[in-house]
């Protein structure tokens, strides 16, 4: 908004502003002097005063002539510039919130589901390391289709290539597979 309101005309309203070099100088309104030293930026719609030291935007003046507050004179600038106000509305906001706390749910769980691939995958390999005849071997073969799978999910956990809707289904999956491991060994 601040871009949008030329300090330069707020001043004029109030005060009789002149032209020096870049900058634009009044007598400053915040004390009694008889040499302009009330300078005014119009490209940073800043002011500043080098007798009081006092400075700020132009809402800041405004808010000093209409004696208000800050928002009341930035408010009342918006209006009169005809500058919209981009005020979200409660569903908006609740719908914001929902959405980052899943992806922070979906997030944390992505984390729990990874360790646990991990710490699974590692037993695995351990397993079938230490396999020591055929019978195990036999036993095991359907273990080695899990790893397989498993390496799979974890890659696609990792590369960051789902969108947030594929992210979710995945998390589910997986936890959904391990949730029906654990039930089938005990």
Not at 26 to 46: G, I, Q, V, Y
Not at 171 to 183: F, P
Request: proline share 2%.
């Amino acid at each position: 908004m601040k871009a949008n309101v030329p300090i330069v005309e707020i001043a004029e309203r109030y005060l009789k502003v002149k032209r020096r070099g870049k900058n634009f100088v009044a007598l400053c309104p915040f004390h009694s002097e008889r040499t302009p030293s009330f300078t005014m930026n119009p490209r940073t719609n800043k002011y500043r005063c080098f007798g009081c030291g006092i400075y700020g935007s132009q809402i800041d003046l405004y808010a000093h002539f209409n004696e208000l507050s800050f928002v009341d004179a930035a408010k009342l600038l918006a209006k009169e510039y005809a500058i919209v106000q981009q005020n979200e509305t409660v569903q908006e906001k609740n719908e914001r919130a929902f959405k980052n706390e899943l992806a922070n749910a979906v997030h944390q769980k992505k984390h729990e589901l990874f360790l646990e691939l991990i710490w699974i995958l590692d037993n695995l390999k351990m397993v079938r390391r230490s396999v020591k005849n055929m019978s195990q071997v036999e036993a095991l073969e359907q273990y080695y289709h899990l790893e397989v799978i498993l390496e799979y999910l974890l890659d696609l956990l990792t590369n960051g290539e789902l969108n947030e809707e594929e992210l979710l289904d995945l998390v589910i999956y997986i936890h959904n597979l391990i949730e029906k491991g654990r039930r089938s060994c005990y």
